[in-house]
């Protein structure tokens, strides 16, 4: 298969999505958070249980913002990106690492993976859907 350059184009902005997503979360940024994602979209996660709509996600956003603003740092890093792209519509997947520091101590969460379908709108991709897996359960207090 040859990539043209659409499809190029389109894939380092899937990536830059990622990355703008995961970078924001932890930086407590919420707008940027909500901007990465459809006004109907659907996020599930062990954290969070499912989430749905732009008020809800907000909310997912927040609860963030305030942990880190309470003294939690979440890294989240993501690696191993792959991208099926059929015009507007696109299927991602990526393994998921997140550490988090608090009081002086870092500590991985259990490894995962985010299995993501996007759809691209004016030129902007974003989540339309977002599923957090992880290899086992665990609670994260504070949430």
């Known amino acids: 298969m040859t990539m043209t350059a659409g499809l190029i184009e389109d894939r380092f902005a899937i990536n830059d999505l990622f990355v703008r997503y995961t970078t924001a979360l932890d930086a407590g940024?919420?707008?940027?958070?909500?901007?990465?994602?459809?006004?109907?979209?659907?996020?599930?996660?062990?954290?969070?249980?499912?989430?749905?709509?732009?008020?809800?996600?907000?909310?997912?956003?927040?609860?963030?913002?305030?942990?880190?603003?309470?003294?939690?740092?979440?890294?989240?890093?993501?690696?191993n990106l792959a991208v099926e792209i059929s015009g507007t519509e696109a299927r991602a997947t990526c393994y998921l690492l997140v550490y988090i520091t608090r009081d002086g101590k870092s500590a991985?969460?259990?490894?995962?993976?985010?299995?993501?379908?996007?759809?691209?709108?004016?030129?902007?991709?974003?989540?339309?859907?977002?599923?957090?897996?992880?290899?086992h359960d665990y609670v994260l207090e504070g949430l």
């Open 29 to 79: 940024e919420v707008e940027t958070v909500l901007g990465c994602f459809t006004a109907d979209a659907m996020l599930q996660s062990p954290a969070i249980g499912t989430r749905s709509g732009t008020a809800a996600i907000r909310d997912f956003a927040e609860r963030f913002a305030a942990m880190r603003s309470a003294g939690t740092q979440f890294r989240h890093l993501i690696t």
């Open 108 to 135: 991985p969460l259990p490894p995962g993976r985010y299995e993501c379908d996007l759809t691209k709108h004016n030129d902007t991709w974003r989540f339309r859907r977002r599923v957090v897996f992880h290899d």
